[in-house]
């Protein structure tokens, strides 16, 4: 199985930029996934990487470094509506499973 | 649409009464599975199905059962609840079981067993 870390809680102001680090431990590395979970609904998904480097999608990025077993989801131009829960999952193939673990996931509180 | 339909969205019920939490999606997906979701604890998986008629324990499988019998149905079977099972479930897809695409979250079924 995999250990999962991620911060549990952290706050930023509107228009700051904020990093939400996850750190992993694994034997077999398949791929790493962000979702955001607001309060009462369904994670959706927002970025993946498998690859070392840097992924960018608009005001989210997300990075990878296997050799380390951490990642960032980097956060820029921060708005009100971005106030949920980050939640890093990370895949695993050993023994063929290939099924997310998913961490506890970090409660960003964005603030005026 | 693509869509993973959960029902229902909410239910309180009482121990020992067997409840199904339904889950349909519309995408042709082989992979399902079922999560639940506590604070403190994230998301843990009960159960999962890589195809028709295969399906295969999670981390939490104790006290629920599932069937595959058809590719869009999978449905979590609780034969007899208990209140530690009150929690809010989700039922994921993806379109196969070692693909590298994002997965599809039902809406969520909050349970709650008194």
């Known amino acids: 199985g995999q250990n999962i870390d991620q911060p549990t809680e952290m706050t930023a102001t509107e228009g700051a930029i904020v990093q939400i680090n996850c750190t992993y431990q694994?034997?077999?590395?398949?791929?790493l996934f962000w979702y955001q979970q607001h309060a009462g609904e369904a994670p959706t998904f927002l970025s993946y990487n498998v690859l070392d480097g840097l992924e960018e999608k608009g005001r989210f990025s997300s990075f990878l470094s296997r050799s380390k077993g951490y990642s960032y989801l980097l956060l820029k131009e921060l708005q009100m509506k971005d106030s949920a829960s980050y939640l890093c999952a990370v895949r695993d193939g050993a023994g063929g499973s290939y099924i997310p673990t998913f961490g506890r996931g970090t409660s960003l509180i964005v603030h005026p | 649409e693509a869509q993973v339909t959960q029902n229902p969205r909410y239910l309180i019920t009482v121990t020992g009464k067997k409840l199904t939490v339904t889950c349909s999606q519309n995408m042709n997906h082989e992979y399902m599975s079922w999560y639940r979701q506590d604070p403190g604890l994230g998301l843990r998986q009960i159960y999962y199905s890589m195809n028709v008629e295969v399906t295969d324990k999670g981390d939490v499988p104790e006290g629920y059962k599932v069937s595959r019998k058809e590719k869009r149905n999978f449905p979590l079977i609780l034969e007899s609840p208990s209140p530690n099972q009150t929690s809010l479930y989700f039922c994921v897809t993806r379109d196969r079981w070692d693909s590298n695409q994002p997965q599809h979250f039902g809406d969520g079924t909050r349970l709650s067993i008194l």
């Open positions: 694994t034997s077999g590395f398949n791929g």
